[in-house]
Nanobody, 122 residues
Framework: QVQLVESGGGLVQPGGSLRLSCAAS????????MGWYRQAPGKQRELVAM???????NYADSVKGRFTISRDNAKNTVYLQMNNLKPEDTAAYYC????????????????WGQGTRVTVSS
């Protein structure tokens, strides 16, 4: 079994910062892409940022210049540094990982964390 456990959410004032972490554990051979999605009340889940195992990154236009995604492959962990937070960043943030569990298989599968809530309010 594979688990993704997120941490770091909370309440922050506009202009503030938070750092989210997500650690993958269990039977894991390798991890391809890791990333973060978010879902605000009444809205669809959207991509925030993604990072490949080689370090290539992709960001939603709404967070470019404010958020930074990184990963520690030795720890199977992905991070999201969020600066200059705005009220519109308020959402549940979900960790994502594309995981290959077995060395003898070429297949990988998507896994999701349980979500961590970020609230930006004065």
């Amino acid at each position: 079994q594979v688990q993704l456990v997120e941490s770091g959410g909370g309440l922050v004032q506009p202009g503030g910062s938070l750092r989210l972490s997500c650690a993958a554990s269990g039977v894991i051979f390798s991890i391809n892409d890791m990333g973060w999605y978010r879902q605000a009340p009444g809205k669809q889940r959207e991509l925030v940022a993604m990072i490949s195992n080689a370090g290539s990154t992709n960001y939603a236009d709404s967070v470019k210049g404010r958020f930074t995604i990184s990963r520690d492959n030795a720890k199977n962990t992905v991070y999201l540094q969020m600066n200059n937070l705005k009220p519109e960043d308020t959402a549940a943030y979900y960790c994502y990982a594309d995981i290959r569990r077995l060395a003898g298989s070429v297949f990988s599968y998507p896994y999701w964390g349980q979500g961590t809530r970020v609230t930006v309010s004065s």
